[in-house]
């Protein structure tokens, strides 16, 4: 059932995607064409104001379709669970839970496609169409190096420091959404406005949240915060301590952005399992 | 006994949408759920269907409660449009076949050109009514055991009020029941079994349309306007 439900997610957005990406394809290429006509056309300030126009409008299509992601994926799951579409979806023979995890994959499946058109677009754009693998090909190199200006202690925290970052990054789509998911469940609470109060909670969720990281951080952190205030006023710190001291802020984070987006699903879960009311 | 409401209580803050409601349904019935605007008609169906939960009672579907179980045997349409607009009629008639094992694709199929209704259509360029015969098709092509139509002859002209009515009559089975909520009681009232009246929220009666014409001398319709005479 959850592949079903993934696939009428997917069925359901694929056309806007499409479009949008193959938008950004045909900039790239234009981009392409008319940078390869300035280099060979001398001067021409026709051409040069062309290109110039045609990188702001690439520039501009590759920030909106990063962050079209996260809005079709709230438009969604309003449309999909909150509002009318609900009708049909809460009354399926399939458990709540496999109706917001659905949609979350689903986001990560998009995420991960915008990723790659962006890379290809991007290589493109700038007639360095391979530069992605370029760089993964490149990575024994960087490591070699990395390992000689910081030392092998350092290198190790780096490389922690890298690995923690990545699983931040991967974490990131399903803090935000959750995140969402919980606020309009929350505004599925109340008997009217539901729109309307679900922005007002997610404002309030997020206050909550910060609220609470700043106070754990305080209290969990004390030692990084001290380490981080002395290096401030003392000679430079060791390359090896002070990738320590990030990586120690950086589990932290991690730590919390899972313990509150677990907190966020089930919530979420909770209250459209048990307290649905739609309109 | 396919359907049972023990006390079943809802109220939305200060205010009762149904209170203590007591109500047995047997299968091989169709029951008009008949009251005025605001009486809990749509409260109780949307309860029974698991898109409200009750405040407070139990309803039993097939002896189990509202849930995943009942879901798989209860065949729902509300008095809206729930169908995504990005869909086909195709499209659409897949869904219903992808998740209810118990939906006939060659049901669907017929009825639809019965309407003439294209499965290549978008249900975005579709009108309100054509959309709602859609739902009601997909809704009926299901081998369900409790069919729960909210206003399901609303929307639509009387041409179409007929077919739906004739195929609710030809596709339920005797072991599924189904329970109409109408305004419009002349126009169903030739094939109900039975008729429940509700009143700001409360159970009022619940008698066959036999009974009412034994007891009362009077036609559903009749008897209604003389219950809830403003």
């Known amino acids: ?279 | 006994m396919l359907l049972e409401c023990k006390n079943l209580c809802k109220s939305y803050g200060t205010k009762i949408a149904l209170n203590n409601v007591n109500l047995n349904i047997e299968r091989g019935r169709i029951i008009g759920l008949l009251g005025p605007n605001g009486s809990g008609k749509t409260t109780l169906i949307k309860i029974l269907s698991g898109i409200l939960t009750a405040s407070s009672g139990e309803a039993l579907i097939s002896g189990n409660p509202i849930g995943i179980e009942t879901k798989k045997i209860v065949s729902y349409l509300p008095e809206r449009t729930y169908l995504s607009e990005w869909m086909t009629v195709r499209q659409a008639v897949n869904f219903f076949k992808d998740f209810y094992d118990d939906f006939s694709e060659e049901t669907a199929y017929d009825m639809l050109e019965r309407l003439n209704i294209s499965p290549a259509d978008s249900l975005k360029t579709m009108s309100k009514g054509t959309k709602e015969k859609v739902q009601l098709i997909l809704v009926m092509s299901r081998h369900a055991e409790l069919f729960l139509l909210d206003e399901p002859i609303g929307g639509v002209d009387p041409a179409a009020r007929d077919y739906i009515l004739k195929t609710i009559l030809t596709n339920y089975n005797e072991n599924a029941s189904v329970i109409i909520s109408t305004h419009l009681i002349s126009d169903v009232e030739n094939i109900l079994d039975e008729v429940v009246f509700l009143k700001y929220g409360c159970l009022m009666l619940h008698k066959t349309v036999d009974e009412i014409r034994e007891e009362n001398g009077k036609s559903v319709d009749a008897l209604f306007r003389e219950v809830f005479a403003c």
């Not at chain 1, 045909?26 to 001398?42: A, P, R, Y």
């Not at chain 1, 979806?89 to 709540?96: A, D, E, G, I, N």
């Not at chain 1, 995420?111 to 169409?129: D, H, M, N, Q, W």
């Not at chain 1, 320590?244 to 899972?258: K, P, T």
Request: aromatic share 16%; glycine share 6%.
């Open chain 1, 1 to 279: 059932m959850l592949r079903k439900l993934i696939k009428y997610e997917i069925l359901a957005d694929y056309k806007k995607y499409g479009a949008t990406f193959a938008a950004m394809l045909l900039v790239s290429c234009l981009l392409l064409f008319f940078d390869k006509m300035t280099s060979w056309i001398n001067n021409n300030l026709f051409m040069k104001l062309i290109t110039g126009v045609l990188g702001a409008l690439f520039m501009a299509l590759v920030v909106v379709v990063c962050s079209m992601v996260m809005v079709f994926a709230t438009m969604r799951f309003y449309k999909n669970l909150v509002r009318d579409e609900g009708y049909l979806m809460h009354t399926l023979p399939v458990p709540t839970w496999m109706l917001i995890v659905s949609k979350l994959i689903a986001v990560y499946i998009w995420t991960i496609l915008v990723a790659f058109a962006v890379g290809i677009c991007s290589g493109i754009a700038f007639g360095e169409p391979f530069w992605l693998f370029e760089m993964i090909g490149s990575i024994p190199e960087v490591i070699t190096e990395a390992r000689e200006i910081f030392g092998d202690g350092g290198y190790n925290q780096l490389r922690t420091f890298i690995i923690y970052m990545g699983i931040f990054f991967v974490l990131l789509p399903a803090m935000g959404m959750l995140h969402i998911y919980f606020s309009f469940a929350l505004g599925n609470l109340f008997n009217r406005h539901k729109l309307g109060m679900s922005v007002l909670m997610f404002f309030v969720v997020y206050i909550a949240e910060q609220i609470i990281s700043s106070v754990f951080m305080m209290f969990v952190s004390s030692d990084i915060m001290r380490s981080v205030m002395d290096s401030q006023t003392s000679t430079a710190i060791p390359d090896e301590r002070m990738f320590g001291y990030m990586n120690e802020a950086m589990l932290v984070s991690i730590i919390f952005s899972v313990i509150f987006s677990v907190g966020y699903y089930i919530a979420a879960e909770r209250i459209f399992a048990k307290k649905l009311n739609l309109e």
